[in-house]
Nanobody
Framework: QVQLVESGGGLVQPGESLRLSCAAS????????MGWYRQAPGKERELVAI???????NYADSVKGRFTVSRDNAKNTVYLQMNNLKPEDTAVYSC??????????????WGQGTQVIVSS
């Protein structure tokens, strides 16, 4: 089995920062893409940021220049550094990863989600 466990959400004021972490564990052979989605109340889920196994990154236009995605391959962990947070960043943030497990299959796995609230 493979699990993704997130941490780092919370309540912050506009302009402040948060760092989300997501650690993959289990019978992992290799990890391809890792990234973050978010879903705000009443809205569809959207891709926030992605980082490939080669560390190429891509961001939603709404977070470019404010968010940074990174990964530590030794720890099977992906991070999302969020700076200059805005109220419109309020959402449940979920990490995902494309992982090849010992079954040999490449599958998508999701974290449980962590709430980020930006409010004064």
């Amino acid at each position: 089995q493979v699990q993704l466990v997130e941490s780092g959400g919370g309540l912050v004021q506009p302009g402040e920062s948060l760092r989300l972490s997501c650690a993959a564990s289990g019978r992992i052979v290799s990890i391809n893409d890792m990234g973050w989605y978010r879903q705000a109340p009443g809205k569809e889920r959207e891709l926030v940021a992605i980082i490939t196994s080669g560390s190429t990154t891509n961001y939603a236009d709404s977070v470019k220049g404010r968010f940074t995605v990174s990964r530590d391959n030794a720890k099977n962990t992906v991070y999302l550094q969020m700076n200059n947070l805005k109220p419109e960043d309020t959402a449940v943030y979920s990490c995902y990863s494309h992982i090849r497990s010992y079954t040999g299959y490449l599958s998508s796995y999701w974290g449980q989600g962590t709430q980020v609230i930006v409010s004064s």
